[in-house]
């Protein structure tokens, strides 16, 4: 029994979800109208059997009056009719029998009851190959019982006929059940059904481009199914913006990366000739060929940047972007010392910390102070500000050099951009382009715009998480 449940548990559990949810609701209802008419058989049951019972002592009582001088009888009908009751009178003590033979069996306890000893009760009988319903009653005043006895097979046609009836309409009741769950589950489950073939296309065809069908009217977004089919299609256009984000990284940088490998090969290739070269050519082979793996190293190590998207929580500290500021202008001034470089930090940003990564934001104040140096005029001065405001820390960096054109605006901080004016000078493209991703994993906002008279202006807003002060409680 055991084996057979477990087999049987395993063969639903192995069915869809559609068909799963539909034999459980069909069950359900099953149940319920099994239940049912099961009730309303054994109410009607009870009900016609109470009302033969009625009858019968109805009948006994009149009977008692009229035949209340006649002494024992037997009875002579035997139940021969319908809608004629079958009467005989007992006496207590057996001597006092009628003569001939009794249409209605007796019973030691219909003595008892002519004798007062028995309460008067209802017995199911068969008499003459009718089926028969008999009421013993005593007779009082007289150590005598009536029997009163009517034929039954009417209250037993009417039950059959009453439990056929209600065992088709349970039946229909279970059809229609199944019918309506099926349906039921059909219509529920559809966004799921969309859902997995999606999924499975998307498993199949490697194409995140696939969207699952959403009905549409004022009502689409009502049911939570709807919205896990929504949801599903909004993780589909994340995950279809970071495949296209992936490729467009590896096709940039296998572009970016071809040119110095060519470079680097044909140096090292040139070098490996160097018997053949004069001493100045074998010098300025060598110094082109570090220059390349330097910048090779460069561009390898911003794009490592650039893939990570995050920093993992643990590396996360209050830091002070104060401090970080004066260092890396520090830095700045130390790597390019044609270039003048001022730092003002208002008063009230000094001291304010905030939760983030010293090295990620060390990189991003260090690529914004490079690119404002790079476009700076020999002496040109590169300004930085340090201010906060109403729970938010601005940072600007403002150089005064050519600025950034219009049409080179909305793509200043796409990976491996590069301005018509910027292509001449070194670079990869990617350190503003790091320097928002780094801006974003932080919560903060980097832009960029035109300066007033001339120049480029980025602006660095970061949220300052408040802080309670020391000591309170």
Request: aromatic share 4%; hydrophobic share 45%; with cysteine.
């Amino acid at each position: 029994m055991t084996g057979r449940r477990r087999l049987g548990g395993r063969w639903v559990r192995r069915r869809p979800l559609r068909t799963r949810l539909a034999l459980a609701a069909s069950a359900a209802v099953a149940l319920v109208a099994v239940g049912v008419c099961a009730a309303a058989f054994l109410v009607l049951r009870v009900q016609m059997t109470r009302q033969l019972d009625l009858n019968l002592a109805q009948t006994a009582t009149q009977l008692a009056q009229r035949m209340r001088n006649w002494g024992p009888t037997a009875g002579d009908t035997s139940c021969r009719y319908q809608a004629v009751p079958c009467v005989q009178i007992i006496p207590a003590d057996p001597a006092r029998d009628a003569r001939g033979s009794t249409a209605l069996p007796l019973s030691p306890a219909t003595r008892e009851v002519a004798a007062g000893r028995h309460a008067p009760y209802y017995t199911n009988l068969t008499v003459a190959g009718y089926p028969v319903r008999m009421y013993t009653s005593r007779l009082h005043a007289r150590d005598e019982a009536l029997q009163v006895a009517l034929r039954s097979d009417t209250v037993e046609r009417g039950v059959r006929q009453a439990a056929w009836a209600l065992a088709a309409v349970g039946g229909t009741g279970v059809l229609l059940a199944a019918g309506l769950g099926y349906w039921v589950s059909r219509t529920g489950l559809a966004p799921v059904a969309r859902l997995t073939a999606t999924a499975e296309r998307i498993a199949t065809t490697r194409d995140p481009r696939h969207r699952i069908d959403l009905p549409a009217g004022p009502a689409a977004h009502e049911d939570e199914i709807t919205r896990l089919a929504a949801s599903f299609n909004t993780m589909l256009g994340e995950l279809e913006q970071s495949v296209t984000a992936q490729r467009r990284l590896v096709a940039d940088a296998s572009h970016e990366l071809r040119t110095p490998l060519t470079a680097l090969r044909t140096n090292a290739e040139l070098l490996a000739r160097a018997d053949r070269l004069t001493d100045s050519q074998r010098d300025r082979a060598a110094g082109a060929l570090a220059r390349q793996l330097r910048e090779v190293t460069t561009l390898v190590n911003d794009l490592i940047e650039l893939a990570r998207d995050e920093e993992p929580r643990p590396l996360l500290e209050q830091v002070r972007p104060a401090a970080l500021l004066e260092h890396a202008v520090a830095a700045a001034r130390e790597h390019w010392p044609e270039v003048a470089f001022t730092a003002r930090i208002a008063p009230e940003a000094t001291d304010v910390t905030l939760p983030g990564v010293p090295a990620r934001l060390t990189r991003l104040l260090s690529n914004l102070l490079d690119n404002a140096a790079k476009f700076s005029p020999p002496g040109g001065p590169v300004e930085t500000e340090l201010d906060s405001v109403a729970g938010t820390l601005h940072l600007t960096v403002r150089d005064h050099g050519p600025g950034i054109a219009p049409d080179d605006l909305p793509h200043v901080f796409d990976r491996f951009y590069r301005a018509q004016a910027a292509r001449a000078l070194p670079g990869s493209g990617l350190g503003l382009a790091m320097a928002r991703q780094i801006a974003r994993a932080h919560g903060a906002e980097l832009t960029a715009e035109r300066a007033p008279g001339g120049g480029a202006l980025f602006r660095l807003r970061m949220p300052v998480t408040p802080r309670r002060p020391e000591g309170a409680e």
